[in-house]
């Protein structure tokens, strides 16, 4: 018991030090080394994932997740609104004190509390909507997991903010591991949706204990808002942003759950899901680290814009390949990994594939107006992009699950360049050196993948695990190789300290 005392003490942060100004000195050990955790964080979380796709599509059905999806749509709405977009802005904010932290605890716990209620109230309406009177008792279980994983948010963004990627990896690693099991015991003992209920109640359970134990700041319960309403005004923005990119990305689940029905939604969603699987791992532990680190190298020009086109190097070496091998891969992924009820699933996963070929990095432009501030753009942009998603959704759901991939794929592409151009304006960063970071990578990829997809016309595939190990292993082996060519890229990244800073 001295053992764990010990180590949980070690693990304990004095709640004082993450209050006040940066401190540069310390900037370029906490991006290397919360870039580390970040990774480590990410590769753990991938396994712990890939282990719950596997057991949970075996011993639970299309239904289970399509109904389970139906719910998410609400969760994810009040999600939204939980901290009002205060999280990001303590991220951003150069300087914040515990009182400050306090009020925005306060006025998080409100919005929390509320939102619960209405999800609680509005259950009845939702098991309505859809037609499944079973979402009635889901609906209002979801609201009690919901209120309860909104208590350590503002705990996380305060360890963000501090790049205490360490703890955050604990955390998450943690959660994660314990709502697997929780959710895998009641889905072997026939509790279908409710066993993927129970476990996510189980995660905000655990994040909580967790969090409290290695940040034991306690907040005074007030709220003054002339000491957050800055912080509001720069939150508003990223909320209202976050309302309508809810629209955009939810819309779809809204549309096949209500029209083509909960098996069709748990195919969908299945594909989806196991599309950004490795897609979440690359974006998340970078982006993680690009808005803090970027936010305080805002006046550095030079320092800016080198870490930032190495982001988007990273980013591009990383997913490219991930997504062509998806794209070549997806029938026998979805075999490997849901088994053959889930072979109505293929073709989606395939089709978005192409999705991530490039919006991956796409993705950081976000990333650059926050850095700035720049939450006026941010929402517009976000109102842009979601208008034409949610239309582009409209026109694909007449051809079933695929039209809807197949449209929400053209309309991404479509505003992709037009999204880029107004994101850069009036910053640093340059369309054309970030097309160079990029064009490398996404070169080698094609090269390969069309190589790859002629093999195949010619050699039918199987879905043998030992020869598709071997493609696998080649493939990206080959890819590797390829990159190596690529020698500023490789010396840029042995540098990454000195190019945060000198």
């Given at each position: 018991?001295?053992?764990?005392?010990?180590?949980?003490?070690?693990?304990?942060?004095?709640?004082?030090?993450?209050?006040?100004?940066?401190?540069?000195?310390?900037?370029?050990?906490?991006?290397?080394?919360?870039?580390?955790?970040?990774?480590?964080?990410?590769?753990?979380?991938?396994?712990?994932?890939?282990?719950?796709?596997?057991?949970?599509?075996?011993?639970?059905?299309?239904?289970?997740?399509?109904?389970?999806?139906?719910?998410?749509?609400?969760?994810?709405?009040?999600?939204?609104?939980?901290?009002?977009?205060?999280?990001?802005?303590?991220?951003?904010?150069?300087?914040?004190?515990?009182?400050?932290?306090?009020?925005?605890?306060?006025?998080?716990?409100?919005?929390?509390?509320?939102?619960?209620?209405?999800?609680?109230?509005?259950?009845?309406?939702?098991?309505?909507?859809?037609?499944?009177?079973?979402?009635?008792?889901?609906?209002?279980?979801?609201?009690?997991?919901?209120?309860?994983?909104?208590?350590?948010?503002?705990?996380?963004?305060?360890?963000?903010?501090?790049?205490?990627?360490?703890?955050?990896?604990?955390?998450?690693?943690?959660?994660?591991?314990?709502?697997?099991?929780?959710?895998?015991?009641?889905?072997?003992?026939?509790?279908?949706?409710?066993?993927?209920?129970?476990?996510?109640?189980?995660?905000?359970?655990?994040?909580?204990?967790?969090?409290?134990?290695?940040?034991?700041?306690?907040?005074?319960?007030?709220?003054?808002?002339?000491?957050?309403?800055?912080?509001?005004?720069?939150?508003?923005?990223?909320?209202?942003?976050?309302?309508?990119?809810?629209?955009?990305?939810?819309?779809?689940?809204?549309?096949?759950?209500?029209?083509?029905?909960?098996?069709?939604?748990?195919?969908?969603?299945?594909?989806?899901?196991?599309?950004?699987?490795?897609?979440?791992?690359?974006?998340?532990?970078?982006?993680?680290?690009?808005?803090?680190?970027?936010?305080?190298?805002?006046?550095?020009?030079?320092?800016?814009?080198?870490?930032?086109?190495?982001?988007?190097?990273?980013?591009?070496?990383?997913?490219?390949?991930?997504?062509?091998?998806?794209?070549?891969?997806?029938?026998?992924i979805i075999l490997l990994m849901l088994g053959e009820n889930w072979i109505d699933s293929v073709e989606v996963f395939r089709i978005l594939s192409i999705f991530g070929l490039l919006?991956?990095?796409?993705?950081?432009?976000?990333?650059?107006?926050?850095?700035?501030?720049?939450?006026?753009?941010?929402?517009?942009?976000?109102?842009?992009?979601?208008?034409?998603?949610?239309?582009?959704?409209?026109?694909?759901?007449?051809?079933?699950?695929?039209?809807?991939?197949?449209?929400?794929?053209?309309?991404?592409?479509?505003?992709?360049?037009?999204?880029?151009?107004?994101?850069?304006?009036?910053?640093?960063?340059?369309?054309?050196?970030?097309?160079?970071?990029?064009?490398?990578?996404?070169?080698?990829?094609?090269?390969?993948?069309?190589?790859?997809?002629?093999?195949?016309?010619?050699?039918?595939?199987?879905?043998?695990?030992?020869?598709?190990?071997?493609?696998?292993?080649?493939?990206?082996?080959?890819?590797?190789?390829?990159?190596?060519?690529?020698?500023?890229?490789?010396?840029?990244?042995?540098?990454?300290?000195?190019?945060?800073?000198?």
């Amino acid at each position: 018991m001295e053992d764990l005392d010990t180590m949980i003490n070690r693990l304990r942060i004095d709640p004082e030090t993450i209050f006040g100004a940066y401190d540069r000195s310390k900037l370029k050990r906490q991006a290397v080394v919360g870039g580390s955790f970040s990774i480590f964080s990410q590769i753990s979380l991938f396994i712990i994932n890939i282990i719950r796709t596997i057991l949970l599509a075996r011993v639970l059905i299309p239904l289970d997740f399509g109904l389970f999806a139906m719910v998410s749509v609400i969760s994810s709405f009040a999600i939204i609104f939980r901290d009002a977009g205060l999280t990001t802005a303590i991220i951003q904010v150069d300087c914040i004190n515990s009182n400050e932290a306090s009020t925005m605890f306060t006025f998080n716990i409100l919005i929390n509390l509320l939102l619960s209620i209405a999800i609680f109230i509005s259950s009845p309406f939702v098991a309505s909507f859809y037609g499944h009177p079973i979402l009635l008792n889901v609906t209002r279980i979801m609201s009690i997991s919901f209120f309860l994983s909104g208590l350590s948010a503002q705990h996380i963004a305060l360890l963000t903010r501090s790049m205490r990627f360490d703890l955050i990896a604990l955390n998450s690693i943690t959660t994660q591991i314990v709502s697997l099991l929780v959710a895998y015991f009641f889905a072997i003992h026939n509790f279908g949706i409710f066993s993927l209920v129970f476990g996510s109640i189980t995660s905000a359970v655990i994040s909580i204990f967790i969090i409290i134990m290695i940040l034991p700041w306690i907040p005074n319960i007030k709220f003054e808002f002339s000491k957050i309403s800055g912080l509001i005004k720069y939150g508003r923005d990223v909320l209202l942003f976050n309302v309508v990119n809810y629209f955009s990305r939810n819309s779809d689940n809204i549309l096949i759950g209500k029209f083509i029905g909960a098996i069709q939604l748990g195919f969908y969603n299945k594909a989806y899901s196991l599309f950004m699987l490795p897609i979440l791992q690359i974006r998340i532990p970078v982006n993680s680290i690009a808005l803090p680190l970027l936010s305080k190298l805002k006046k550095d020009n030079k320092k800016y814009k080198d870490s930032f086109y190495l982001i988007v190097e990273i980013l591009a070496f990383l997913s490219i390949p991930i997504s062509i091998y998806l794209y070549l891969k997806s029938e026998f992924i979805i075999l490997l990994m849901l088994g053959e009820n889930w072979i109505d699933s293929v073709e989606v996963f395939r089709i978005l594939s192409i999705f991530g070929l490039l919006q991956v990095t796409a993705a950081i432009k976000g990333t650059v107006l926050l850095s700035f501030g720049y939450s006026k753009k941010y929402l517009h942009l976000g109102v842009f992009s979601s208008i034409v998603t949610i239309l582009s959704f409209l026109l694909g759901i007449r051809f079933g699950i695929t039209g809807v991939a197949y449209a929400y794929v053209i309309a991404q592409y479509a505003i992709l360049f037009p999204s880029l151009i107004y994101s850069f304006n009036n910053t640093p960063i340059q369309l054309k050196a970030y097309l160079q970071a990029i064009l490398p990578f996404l070169f080698i990829g094609l090269v390969l993948g069309i190589i790859s997809h002629v093999y195949f016309r010619i050699n039918q595939p199987n879905n043998e695990i030992i020869p598709n190990l071997i493609f696998t292993i080649l493939f990206f082996s080959a890819y590797l190789l390829l990159t190596f060519f690529n020698k500023k890229f490789w010396h840029k990244m042995l540098s990454f300290k000195n190019i945060i800073l000198q």
